[in-house]
């Protein structure tokens, strides 16, 4: 009986334990697009400066004011961190699909990247349909790999693939002209692109490859927290918070090299602040499919 | 914890449903089947690598003991030593990246071919130094005794040193062969789509990172351990009688 009352208090609601230490462990990312570090300590980005204000919020619940304690969180450790505990939530890059649905829980999905792809505006590629005898870079370990596979298929098109290691590899086989073009999410294609030498001589066209619904993800089996940071979201979105903090980090100047990513809010994100939800990718892909 | 599923090789690549018999045929491809695509990517890798190793290196270690040829062995030094003391992962890039800028005909040649020179010349440069400690092993009566009879140069290399010299190195040229094995995992850098790269990919899609993982460890160890096989048999055949290692009272 008493173990099974310390077992309550170890995996007591976040809100909770948020309530009695005034301490919030946010999980940030240090270099995503949505989320990454400007040196010293300081993580900035869309996702992250929206986490901080869904901590005001909770502050406001709370009573008192919340202290932030950043962890810095990757690919491989984020679900197991927010699975233990170490984390109360994280807001980065983490796509909402079915699989991790099983291990966490996802807030309402804030940003949609659309699967697209980025080409030299010499080459005259408009399409996926051009690719056909054409060398196309992709990243290695990212699902862009294989919806291309898919649209080859479905396209009865035929080119071939080279795997960068990392993003930035697979841009410089873009650059360096030892691929024709770059399939990737679009706020990492407009990232690379504005980071390189002639950001001109660049362009993201074609036709959207697949969605990548990115969400805050949060322990599953806490209804609780899951409606404080749900609604806090929702406010934003309807208070045009939001889209203010879009403006900010995606069409204007950003740190660290004051470049503007120049990346309109697209269909779908628009689509998802219209209809604040939590579907996995699946339920877009699927939708993606029946067009 | 231990809960694995081994399924996930027979399924479809595209769809990811289960293929019967495990292997997909034409295009339709399973996971089983593209890891052995992946595993002939590095095979390919490590051998041609290993060849060019065995030759170069065999060439540099030899010009490095040659005696009265001072700059043919400043040549081998500075060839070894600049391709040992560079990390293997830098010399990649340097021949992928930086040495098709400064050649531009180099530029059309394919990464595997680039891939291939990193990680033999890389491989050349530690079996020059093995091959040269095995000829200086030797006692300097036998090159003496070569000339002795009359041979020139390349006749007392080529049939008195070398023969001895090679056999006292196997046990080291077994590690390095094995070695390039492990080496080749590098290719995964620049784009050739072999073992590592392929755990890499498929571990994401399929979400099962550590069968994907376990599978492909379990053929880096068979390709290195056919290797050791094969020079352990090539040390057996190629042993004279009543020679030790080292011809130096040695054999405990």
Avoid at chain 2, 73 to 82: I, P, T
Wanted: net charge positive.
């Amino acid at each position: 009986m008493k173990k099974q009352k310390q077992l309550l208090v170890l995996t007591a609601l976040s809100l909770a334990r948020i309530k009695s230490s005034g301490v919030v462990n946010l999980g940030v990312r240090d270099s995503s697009g949505l989320a990454f570090t400007i040196g010293g300590g300081k993580y900035v980005g869309f996702h992250t400066e929206m986490a901080e204000r869904i901590i005001d919020d909770l502050s406001k619940q709370a009573g008192k004011p919340l202290k932030i304690n950043y962890q810095v969180i990757t690919s491989q450790n984020r679900v197991p961190l927010v699975q233990n505990g170490t984390i109360d939530f994280e807001c980065g890059s983490t796509t909402n699909n079915a699989a991790r649905q099983k291990d966490v829980a996802f807030a309402v999905t804030t940003f949609v990247d659309e699967v697209r792809t980025a080409v030299k505006t010499s080459s005259g590629i408009k399409s996926v349909n051009d690719l056909n005898g054409k060398t196309v870079a992709v990243t290695t370990g990212t699902t862009s790999v294989q919806h291309l596979r898919r649209h080859e298929r479905g396209a009865n098109i035929d080119f071939k693939t080279v795997q960068g290691k990392d993003h930035a590899d697979s841009f410089l086989l873009l650059e360096s002209g030892r691929a024709d073009a770059f399939v990737m999410d679009g706020s990492i294609l407009a990232a690379s692109i504005s980071k390189a030498k002639n950001p001109k001589d660049f362009a993201i066209v074609g036709e959207v490859l697949s969605v990548e619904p990115i969400a805050c993800m949060l322990r599953k089996d806490d209804p609780k927290m899951k409606e404080a940071l749900d609604n806090s979201i929702k406010r934003q979105i309807k208070d045009g918070s939001l889209a203010k903090l879009y403006d900010k980090w995606f069409m204007q100047p950003i740190p660290p090299n004051n470049v503007a990513l120049n990346m309109p809010l697209n269909e779908s994100t628009k689509a998802a602040w219209a209809t604040p939800n939590d579907k996995p990718a699946e339920a877009y892909s699927s939708k993606l499919l029946a067009k | 914890m231990l809960n694995m599923d081994w399924q996930v090789f027979c399924q479809d690549t595209l769809t990811g449903d289960a293929v019967a018999g495990c292997l997909g045929s034409g295009r339709d491809i399973t996971y089983l089947n593209w890891i052995f695509t992946a595993w002939g990517w590095t095979v390919s890798v490590s051998l041609t690598a290993l060849l060019i190793a065995l030759l170069v290196g065999s060439l540099i270690g030899v010009i490095r003991t040659l005696p009265d040829s001072p700059w043919l062995v400043r040549l081998g030094n500075a060839w070894v030593e600049m391709f040992r003391n560079v990390p293997l992962l830098v010399q990649i890039f340097l021949w992928y990246h930086v040495m098709p800028t400064l050649v531009p005909p180099m530029r059309d040649l394919p990464p595997f071919v680039l891939v291939v020179l990193a990680l033999g010349f890389f491989t050349s440069a530690r079996i020059a130094e093995q091959v040269r400690a095995g000829i200086q092993a030797l006692p300097k009566g036998q090159r003496y005794a070569g000339m002795a009879m009359g041979f020139t140069t390349f006749q007392y290399y080529r049939y008195v040193l070398l023969p001895m010299a090679y056999r006292i190195i196997i046990p080291p040229l077994t590690s390095e062969s094995m070695n390039i094995f492990k080496n080749s995992s590098v290719a995964f850098a620049v784009s050739i789509p072999e073992l590592t790269q392929y755990a890499m990919q498929v571990g994401e899609e399929t979400s099962r990172p550590i069968e994907i993982y376990l599978a492909v460890t379990v053929l880096y160890v068979i390709s290195a351990l056919v290797i050791n096989r094969i020079m352990a048999f090539v040390e057996k055949r190629a042993r004279v009688p009543g020679f030790v290692v080292a011809g130096t009272g040695g054999g405990h």
